[in-house]
């Protein structure tokens, strides 16, 4: 049994609860460039158009609901002897609704409100607009709390550490095309830690983990927190 077990979640896992990706053919992200709305420089040019897709976003993750799969993340932390640390790279609360506490997401939340001026942040109203004011400076420069295409990702040296400390590292339902978190895996390896992958098909990184087990995380996720809970 691992003392500690470190998991990171990308979209494949949030996929299963109605929320795509930007690699689908279909849905929000295939009405628009990644560069137009996941990036700074596509803020700067048109900020009504990157609110009005965050906003449809945010309505979408509001009325989304947990899955299997983070069902049974919340289920081995709260009953897992060590510790359970969940990161995802996703934006939604998918994990918290589940039951999941603690979740780091490093890139940000489509339920937080950011002020690119002085940095105060908020919780976001459920629809967002461009001459929204800061509570704190009243700066009319308030933008989603996510993290963008070339922006760092939040609580990297927290995560730096956990990484460092894993007897387990997981990871589940993310592509690893995504710097940094594409090389989680290979710090943790680094560090000791054994490492195992969820997926619906292999990852870019897939050779890197020790083993890997495929087909949806809300059948899978289920039947390996059973094995680990015992």
Same mark, same amino acid.
């Given at each position: 049994?691992?003392?500690?077990?470190?998991?990171? #979640?990308? +979209?494949?896992?949030?996929?299963?609860?109605?929320?795509? #990706?930007?690699?689908?053919?279909?849905?929000?992200?295939?009405?628009?460039?990644?560069?137009?709305?996941?990036?700074?420089?596509?803020?700067?040019?048109?900020?009504?158009?990157?609110?009005? %897709?965050?906003?449809?976003?945010?309505?979408?993750?509001?009325?989304?609901?947990?899955?299997? /799969?983070?069902?049974?993340?919340?289920?081995? +932390?709260?009953?897992?002897?060590?510790?359970?640390?969940?990161?995802?790279?996703?934006?939604?609360?998918?994990?918290?609704?589940?039951?999941?506490?603690?979740?780091?997401?490093?890139?940000? #939340?489509?339920?937080?409100?950011?002020?690119?001026?002085?940095?105060?942040?908020?919780?976001?109203?459920?629809?967002?607009?461009?001459?929204?004011?800061?509570?704190?400076?009243? /700066?009319?420069?308030?933008?989603?709390?996510? !993290?963008?295409?070339?922006?760092?990702?939040?609580?990297?040296?927290?995560?730096?550490?956990?990484?460092?400390? +894993?007897?387990?590292? !997981?990871?589940?339902?993310?592509?690893?095309? !995504?710097?940094?978190?594409?090389? %989680?895996?290979?710090?943790?390896?680094?560090? /000791?830690?054994?490492t195992l992958e969820f997926n619906l098909e292999p990852s870019a990184m897939a050779t890197r983990f020790d083993d890997c087990r495929?087909?949806?995380?809300?059948?899978?996720?289920?039947?390996? !927190?059973?094995?680990?809970?015992?």
């Open positions: 049994m691992s003392d500690k077990i470190v998991i990171l #979640t990308g +979209a494949g896992i949030s996929a299963e609860s109605g929320l795509g #990706t930007f690699r689908d053919e279909g849905g929000l992200w295939a009405q628009h460039r990644i560069e137009d709305v996941a990036t700074p420089e596509g803020f700067a040019r048109d900020p009504i158009l990157v609110h009005e %897709f965050y906003n449809a976003r945010r309505a979408q993750a509001a009325k989304a609901q947990p899955n299997a /799969g983070h069902q049974a993340l919340a289920q081995l +932390a709260a009953q897992h002897p060590g510790e359970v640390v969940v990161i995802t790279q996703n934006v939604d609360d998918l994990h918290e609704k589940a039951g999941s506490q603690g979740v780091i997401h490093m890139h940000g #939340t489509l339920s937080g409100a950011l002020c690119s001026a002085c940095g105060h942040r908020w919780q976001a109203a459920l629809a967002m607009q461009p001459q929204d004011s800061c509570p704190h400076c009243a /700066g009319t420069t308030t933008r989603p709390d996510v !993290v963008w295409f070339g922006e760092i990702p939040y609580a990297m040296q927290t995560i730096e550490t956990h990484l460092a400390e +894993a007897d387990l590292f !997981v990871s589940i339902g993310t592509s690893a095309q !995504v710097y940094p978190a594409a090389n %989680f895996v290979q710090a943790a390896a680094a560090a /000791g830690a054994r495929y087909g949806p995380a809300s059948k899978t996720l289920p039947r390996w !927190v059973a094995e680990i809970l015992g």
